[in-house]
């Protein structure tokens, strides 16, 4: 089935740093790519939709500037948290969809971001 | 209101038993539906897709209904590895441009 590798899956950075996130579909080409961001016993939020070859559509509240995301290749996506701050701990998950999957969206299997 | 939602729980049920969750969304033109599955600290999983008609797969039964616009999971002889969070997802869009929206999800405890 369809497989969207993400790494690291676990960082600790200090206060001002920028961290970086990939996500590989490893056996199919993601066009599209999401990014959510979950905090402890919320929901998955979508922070931004990445299309390959153009410009991150951002969410209400998401600050393009601070996560920046590049989508350069059909395997490719990466999220970027800029001069990170303590309140950006959290669970940061990419998802892809194959073609036909349906619908049905594969996960990465997420980046626990711990800033200190 | 929240554009998908559905009760948090936990629902605490004893093994063997049927439970059934419910998730409401507000946008009535939203064309997909999924359940996922999610683990303490891991990433979802597709459970299952939900269709019109319903759905069956062994002991899980999705069904959806547009008119009152929410989707239930009704899970039989519940186990004791049933036991995480059930995100229902509804995708909403047009031209070819999809949006999943995340519930906040169920959690489901089943205990011996």
């Known amino acids: 089935g369809a497989v969207v590798s993400q790494h690291p899956s676990r960082v600790i950075c200090k206060s001002g740093t920028s961290v970086k996130i990939e996500c590989r579909s490893l056996d199919f080409q993601a066009t599209t790519m999401f990014w959510y961001r979950q905090f402890p016993k919320q929901s998955l939020m979508l922070m931004a939709t990445?299309?390959?070859?153009?410009?991150?559509?951002?969410e209400q509240g998401v600050e393009k500037d601070k996560f920046l995301i590049n989508h350069a290749s059909l395997t490719l996506s990466t999220l970027t948290v800029t001069s990170a701050h303590p309140e950006d701990s959290s669970f940061y998950i990419c998802?892809?969809?194959?073609?036909?999957?349906?619908?049905?969206?594969?996960f990465g299997s997420g980046t626990r971001l711990t800033v200190v | 209101r929240k554009e998908v939602e559905q009760d948090p729980g936990p629902f605490n049920v004893p093994e063997g038993a049927t439970v059934a969750f419910n998730c409401t969304y507000s946008n009535s033109a939203s064309q997909s539906f999924f359940w996922y599955r999610q683990d303490c600290r891991k990433e979802p999983k597709l459970l299952m897709s939900?269709?019109?008609s319903g759905n069956e797969d062994g002991r899980f039964t999705a069904q959806l209904n547009r008119a009152s616009q929410y989707i239930s999971l009704l899970i039989r002889d519940s186990k004791l590895s049933d036991s995480a969070t059930y995100l229902c997802v509804v995708i909403t869009g047009t031209g070819g441009s999809y949006i999943p929206t995340f519930g906040r999800g169920t959690s489901l405890i089943v205990h011996p």
């Open positions: 990445s299309n390959e070859g153009s410009k991150a559509t951002y």
């Open positions: 939900v269709y019109s």
């Open positions: 998802s892809a969809r194959a073609a036909g999957q349906g619908y049905g969206y594969t």
